[in-house]
Nanobody
């Protein structure tokens, strides 16, 4: 089992910045995807951004140009730099990591961290 531990959430004013971090307890696959999802109050969970072990990134349209995802493979850690935050970015942010281990698909989630953007 792999544990994902998130940090960096909090309260910030609109226009401000936050940086989220997610550390995996160990490496589990040489070819995996790590990413961030969010769940606003009363809404479904949605993909924010993802990054492959090779560095290919994918972003939701709503965060393009404002958020940057990166990872440090040596530390099994993924980061989400969030700039120009808006009240609509308010949500619980979840870290995700998934990949294939010995032909079996594995999918791990963090416990979530609250991000609140005040207007």
């Amino acid at each position: 089992q792999v544990q994902l531990v998130e940090s960096g959430g909090g309260l910030v004013q609109a226009g401000g910045s936050l940086r989220l971090s997610c550390a995996a307890s160990r490496s589990f696959s040489s070819d995996n995807v790590m990413g961030w999802y969010r769940q606003p109050p009363g809404q479904q969970r949605e993909l924010v951004a993802s990054i492959t072990s090779g560095g290919t990134t994918n972003y939701a349209d709503s965060v393009k140009g404002r958020f940057t995802i990166s990872r440090d493979n040596a530390k099994n850690t993924v980061y989400l730099q969030m700039n120009s935050l808006k009240p609509e970015d308010t949500a619980v942010y979840y870290c995700n990591a998934h990949g294939t281990v010995v032909a079996a698909y594995v999918d791990y989630w963090g416990q979530g961290t609250q991000v609140t953007v005040s207007s």
